[in-house]
């Protein structure tokens, strides 16, 4: 029997075909043919055929044509030519994945197995439960808006009063009264129920539920913690357990001002500006700047010059302390004013207080050298200072557009808000409530006035920004904070100079706090004075965290009770305590942070800010400022081994404590084995976080001198022949563009041709040559620049208001689970950068290891995405 | 049936190409369009591929006392179109039609409510035109940022926007066509007709591309031409725009 298969070959009819002419259905072997074709190759061996005949029989009639696609996409890591053993577990996994975890969101149900219905099952019960409950947070939302608004009667006040003494009272007893092990259990999944609950529903009655319930948990745990666990009869016992509560005690303290300061985040929105603009006031813009280059500073100038206000009432000022000539043959080649001092003396402080001496303006607007602002800034915060003449400074976010060591090392930009995205999207909102939003040294706007009556900058430490606005609240002026992105920068360029930066914070708010108390001295009111005084305890965490990631030892080296109670009790007592606390903060920070990356922060800090600070609060004078250094380059990838040096000795402690718990477990008495346990999970915690810490200073290639800023506009290109194309501007930095084009082909490397960009009404040219095109992707540098032409393309690419509006639209909000899960990887990866530095004989184990552990990788499941992207990047 | 009348706001501003990039568009976009040339210089022919050398049209048909409906073309794209024809001087002179008349054709074609059809008029005021910017549901005026379109502006809306009628002027948009991206004057001048005209004025601004002109000698749009051309997003910017005006 011969036929003509659809290659129009004469060729024998393979016996698979003839299966189906045997069973009579002859009319899906050409069905067959296709699905065999795709997914496998032609000549494949008779048992992957085998298979292939039974997945074919699976399938539903009518998707059979697209069947092999399908299997293609949802088991993209299954090699269905050459099956292994290996490929079919990782099949079955898929399947099993496929059909219950990822069910909804594909396609592949009606065609493979259809198992939704247990999800649906599922999703049915989940919203039952859910809708009733957001309906009853939606309705107090109503309630909660009125906050605030209406005046309180006499009577109104008196029951107020009633209800807060009768809710005391009752926390009071939910505290402090002792219960037995069963009465606990079921006291702490009762709350974990109403946190779970109140996790999944938007709103602020949510979030007000989450934080009592935490507050009412962990009051009980550190009640519980000093009322039973501290065994006073032994001294070993004393000494380590009071260290211990000392840093829980610390991280109560933290937990309940965060709480405070965080609890209704007053989310200000800009006023607008009188029509009138002959009343409008008066700005200075004033950009120090020290020793950065001037590639990095020229941006920034440009920028300035283009923010919208009437031209008679703006100044841009470029303070240099480095006193350098290209400056200023810059500076007023653009049309700015150039400031320069003898001395350096005071640093960015003193700098600016010497050109507040020169200027008049009545506004000061304080841009760091790097730190590009968009047109739109004056018009966005000038209007609070308008409305409110109290107010002194309205501050508004520091946005990089470049990673920050952790981004850049741990590979997640853009992916994972960093360390400063909480600070900027939740603290400072939420102090904003308090009027206790305070200024960053940048992107901000100053009342001059104001200033000049405390005395300009503060100078007697070395965060000028945080102790200024401490001035102005002292003086009774207020504050605001606009979480409107409007200007961006660079983040810091490598792990020392991050720590560094953040050393140097920690070191002046110490300072400030042995100098300047915020808790005492005159004109604050409380909540001020809780606001400040968190934000400065937050710096001196670095001695309790190193605590905690020690304690362990205590137990597995000295034997020491630090907890003295049974395990069972203390897991009882703890574990509720921070599963509540993370769902809690968790819900605060929303998707400016993700669970557990604090926990790297921090850890990455501890020693170092640890240090910083306790010599700050003995010696406050010690110290001066530094300049963190920005836009350098990294040339080779190297690890940084002197700021890991403390990471690596807590890490050493810790796997001592990893021996002494396998010892202890085998060895010792059999009534210890739970305590031991519960240690040895906590120095496993630790190590996941270390790990964590030594992938960050793992220090990758940066080869990029500017960053591109990814944008997706419309741009016409013009080539010298006066033909016209369409193309997409894909990202640009001040050097060049890269550009997308449907048909490329009409480009030529290193052809000179211009680009239109359009802003608003206008449009502008600007002359580039094509350095490599290439798939559709061309990549140009522009070609000699007049100054106006930097100042028109600052004007289309920085300067526009809407340039970093979209920026965080890839941060979803927090999922603690798979947040912990990308931590380990995170920490695994630390690990094998650790062990490939380790001598061979020592390394080949572990090597091994890891590589078996990421064979068994290849065998979970893999996740489907639909939402493929159009077009990578150049 | 949507008329839609598209007259130059004087000679050589461009109408026959917009008429056909956006005849084309529509097509592209789903539409029924049936485009009908008004213009005696026929040209709009050209744009989709009838011979150089054939001169037939409705005009030469009427001339001739004979039916139109003869010369009704359709191009590759299927678009209907049906040409002026080529007339010599002496009988343009002595061509004249009867008052309605462009109306009562279009009553007896009878087309569907979603069918467009698409009016070249001519920018010279003459009994044609006449009837057929009064028969139009919508007129757009194309004009050139140029000196001679802004004086014409100008004209338009001191003597209010059309030949004294308001019921005209309503019903009157301008778009901007031939911005050369060469000259800072072009940049300049659109930006004050866009300040004069206000809401009068298309969203859209078709750039001056030698893909257009080129597309012309090819005797095609720029949509079949250059498709890589911003020309092409230009009209379906301006597609869209007629579409959602007449939702």
Request: hydrophobic share 45%; proline share 4%.
């Amino acid at each position: 029997m011969s036929t003509r298969d659809h290659f129009n070959k004469d060729t024998k009819l393979p016996f698979d075909v003839k299966l189906f002419y045997i069973i009579n259905q002859s009319s899906i072997a050409k069905d067959w043919l296709v699905f065999k074709k795709t997914l496998l190759a032609d000549n494949t061996p008779l048992f992957s055929t085998l298979v292939g005949i039974i997945f074919f029989a699976f399938c539903y009639d009518n998707h059979r044509k697209n069947a092999a696609k399908i299997f293609r996409k949802y088991f993209p890591h299954v090699d269905f030519q050459e099956p292994t053993i290996a490929d079919i577990v990782r099949f079955i996994l898929q399947l099993v994945w496929l059909s219950t975890v990822q069910v909804n969101r594909i396609e592949a149900k009606n065609t493979i197995i259809n198992l939704d219905f247990i999800y649906s099952v599922l999703t049915f019960i989940k919203s039952g439960v859910l809708l009733p409950i957001e309906k009853i947070f939606s309705s107090a939302e109503h309630v909660l808006d009125k906050v605030g608004t209406t005046e309180m009667s006499q009577n109104d006040k008196f029951i107020s009063r009633v209800y807060l003494l009768f809710t005391v009272l009752l926390a009071v007893i939910c505290i402090s009264v002792p219960f037995t092990i069963s009465a606990q259990v079921a006291f702490s999944l009762i709350l974990l129920i109403v946190a779970f609950l109140a996790y999944s529903t938007p709103g602020r009655l949510p979030r007000l539920i989450l934080i009592a319930l935490s507050l009412i948990i962990s009051s009980r745990y550190l009640w519980w913690r000093y009322y039973a666990t501290l065994n006073i009869d032994n001294s070993l016992d004393v000494f380590f357990g009071v260290i211990l509560i000392f840093a829980e005690t610390y991280a109560w303290i933290v937990l309940l001002l965060g709480f405070f300061q965080t609890v209704w985040p007053l989310d200000r929105k800009p006023l607008p500006l009188p029509k009138d603009t002959t009343i409008w006031p008066s700005v200075d813009i004033f950009i120090p700047t020290y020793n950065e280059p001037l590639d990095i500073v020229r941006t920034t100038i440009l920028a300035a010059l283009n923010i919208d206000w009437p031209k008679n009432k703006i100044n841009v000022f470029v303070l240099d302390d480095g006193n350098r000539p290209e400056f200023k043959l810059f500076v007023n080649e653009v049309g700015a004013r150039y400031i320069t001092r003898d001395d350096n003396k005071d640093a960015k402080a003193g700098n600016i207080n010497n050109a507040l001496k020169m200027t008049q303006g009545d506004y000061i607007a304080i841009f760091d050298c790097d730190h590009i602002p968009v047109r739109s800034f004056l018009q966005i915060t000038m209007g609070a200072f308008l409305a409110d003449r109290k107010l002194a400074l309205v501050q508004t976010p520091h946005h990089f557009y470049s990673p920050d060591p952790f981004e850049r090392n741990i590979d997640n930009f853009k992916n994972v808000p960093n360390e400063n995205s909480l600070f900027y999207g939740v603290v400072q909102d939420g102090n904003d409530l308090w009027n206790a939003a305070f200024f960053c040294g940048s992107s901000s706007v100053l009342k001059r006035i104001p200033l000049i009556e405390v005395g300009g900058l503060a100078t007697d430490t070395v965060t000028e920004d945080a102790h200024t606005a401490l001035y102005l609240h002292r003086k009774g002026y207020s504050s605001a904070y606009l979480n409107v992105i409007q200007s961006a920068g660079l983040a810091t360029e490598s792990l020392s100079a991050h720590i560094g930066q953040r050393v140097r914070w920690a070191r002046g708010m110490a300072q400030i706090f042995r100098i300047d108390n915020p808790l005492f001295g005159k004109g604050l009111n409380i909540s001020q004075r809780l606001c400040y005084i968190n934000s400065m305890i937050h710096f001196l965490g670095g001695i309790p965290r190193l605590i905690f990631l020690l304690a362990p030892l205590g137990f597995l080296l000295f034997h020491s009770y630090l907890i003295y109670a049974p395990a069972i009790e203390i897991l009882l007592y703890a574990a509720p305590t921070l599963i509540n606390n993370n769902i809690t903060n968790s819900y605060i920070q929303g998707r400016h942070r993700h669970s557990f990356w604090a926990e790297i922060y921090e850890t990455v800090l501890a020693w170092h800010i640890a240090c910083a600070t306790t010599v700050a609060l003995i010696h406050p004078k010690i110290g001066k400022f530094n300049v963190t250094a920005k836009g350098g380059l990294i040339e080779n990838s190297f690890f940084d081994m002197n700021m890991s040096k403390p990471y690596l000795t807590l890490i050493t402690l810790n796997l001592i404590a990893v021996v002494l718990a396998g010892y202890r477990y085998f060895l010792g008495p059999e009534d210890e084995q739970s305590t031991v346990i519960l240690n040895f999970v906590w120095t496993a915690y630790n190590l996941i976080m270390l790990g964590g810490a030594i992938s960050v200073a793992a220090e990758k290639v940066q080869i990029r001198a500017k960053h591109r800023i990814e944008v997706n506009s419309e741009i016409i290109i013009r080539k010298r022949s006066g033909h016209l194309i369409y193309a997409t501007l894909r990202d640009f930095t001040s050097d060049g563009v890269g550009l997308y084009m449907k048909n490329s082909s009409t480009l030529e490397k290193n052809e000179l041709v211009d680009i239109l960009i359009s802003n608003g009404d206008k449009e502008f040219s600007f002359p580039i040559r094509t350095v490599n095109v290439k798939d559709n992707h061309v990549g140009a540098v522009f070609e000699n620049l007049t100054i106006q032409k930097q100042l028109e393309l600052t004007q289309c690419t920085y300067s526009r208001s809407d340039a970093w509006i979209h920026w965080h639209k890839n941060f979803t909000r927090d999922k603690p689970i798979s947040s912990l899960g990308s931590i380990i990887k995170v920490s695994f990866n630390g690990y094998l950068i650790l062990i490939r530095m380790l001598p061979q004989f020592i390394k080949k184990p572990f090597l091994l290891l890891s590589s078996s552990i990421s064979y068994i990788k290849t065998l979970l499941p893999k996740k489907i995405t639909n939402n493929t992207l159009e077009y990578k990047d150049a | 049936m949507r008329v839609l009348c598209i007259q130059g706001i004087h000679s050589s501003v461009g109408t026959s190409t917009v008429v056909a990039n956006t005849a084309r568009t529509l097509k592209e976009l789903g539409q029924d369009v049936l485009v009908f040339d008004l213009n005696p210089n026929n040209l709009l022919r050209l744009h989709f591929n009838m011979d150089w050398q054939n001169p037939a049209g409705w005009a030469l048909n009427v001339s001739k006392k004979k039916s139109w409906f003869t010369v009704a073309y359709e191009c590759e794209q299927g678009i209907r179109f049906i040409p002026f024809g080529q007339i010599d001087y002496k009988k343009l002179q002595s061509f004249s039609i009867a008052k309605n008349w462009l109306s009562d054709q279009l009553t007896y074609l009878n087309l569907p409510s979603e069918t467009w059809v698409i009016l070249n008029v001519s920018s010279e005021l003459n009994a044609l035109s006449t009837q057929a910017l009064k028969l139009g549901d919508i007129i757009i005026r194309v004009i050139e940022p140029q000196i001679n379109s802004l004086s014409q502006v100008i004209d338009s809306i001191q003597s209010s926007y059309i030949y004294d009628n308001d019921s005209l002027a309503d019903k009157a948009f301008y778009l901007i066509n031939k911005l050369a991206t060469n000259s800072q004057l072009d940049y300049d001048v659109a930006l004050v007709l866009k300040k004069l005209l206000l809401e009068k004025i298309i969203p859209v601004t078709i750039h001056f591309d030698e893909n257009i002109k080129e597309a012309l000698a090819n005797k095609t749009t720029v949509t079949v031409h250059a498709p890589e051309s911003p020309a092409v997003d230009e009209f379906k910017a301006f597609a869209i725009w007629l579409t959602t005006h007449f939702n």
